[in-house]
Each structure stands twice: as C-alpha cells, then as structure tokens.
C-alpha cells in the first residue's frame, strides 16, 4: 500500500509517534512518503517582509510576512498537491493541531482513505 504521512508539526511527543509510524510502515515493505508539516509551518511562520524603513544601524526594518492562520494555510496547501502527484491508498495525520475542515473536505471528496491518530485530543481546541 501507498501511505502520505504528515508530519504533526511540533516536535515533542507527537514527532516520535509520527516516526515510529513511518519506521514501522518502511518495515513492513509498504510505500511511504512524508510531508514535513513542520518545515512548512517554520519555513512560512519565519518569513519576513522589509517595511521599507531604515533603522539606526542603517539595516532595513522587517516584519513578519504572515500571521499564524496564513503560515498554517499555506503550510497545509501542498498536502494536496502530494496526495495528488504521490495518490496514497491512505493519508495517515499524526495529530489534529494544524487541520483545517476544508483539508479534510477536499482530500474526502477526491475518495482518498485518511486515519487521523488524535494523538493530542485533549488539546485540541473545542
């Protein structure tokens, strides 16, 4: 079988349930890809746009380009476009943290099988 599994974004707990899945997955012979959810949300939560201001060390003033509902959108985007181009047989999310209803619209609506591991139920917000 063909498993896309997302990373859950934080690093703590959840990232070991996340690898151990993957390792024993890849042990068993299956097909997996991994989407690094958290590299996406640093690398879109870390961007910076100049304001065109000079500060008094004379280096340009920046500001952080997104706010965190943008930096988690755009970080939840190419989930997509991998289910798409890689078409697992199942979409397994390691946690619940940063879905969005509309993720999990669309990838239902294109007939993909998703197992969600509420690894961190208690929580999520309400």
């Not at 299956?30 to 989407?35: A, L, P």
């Not at 930096?71 to 989930?79: E, G, K, N, T, Y």
Request: net charge negative; hydrophobic share 45%.
């Amino acid at each position: 079988m063909r498993w896309l599994l997302i990373h859950p974004g934080p690093e703590w707990s959840v990232a070991d349930v996340f690898n151990g899945w993957s390792e024993a997955l890849t042990g068993l012979g299956e097909t997996v890809e991994e989407y690094p959810l958290d590299a996406a949300l640093r690398f879109y939560n870390n961007a910076l746009a100049e304001t065109g201001q000079v500060r008094p060390c004379g280096c340009q003033e920046v500001r952080k380009y997104l706010d965190r509902d943008q930096a988690a959108r755009l970080a939840l985007d190419p989930i997509l476009a991998a289910a798409n181009r890689f078409w697992p047989d199942v979409i397994l999310f390691t946690s619940g943290f940063f879905l969005q209803p509309w993720l999990l619209e669309i990838l239902r609506a294109r007939r993909h099988k998703i197992v969600m591991l509420m690894t961190e139920s208690p929580y999520l917000p309400g």
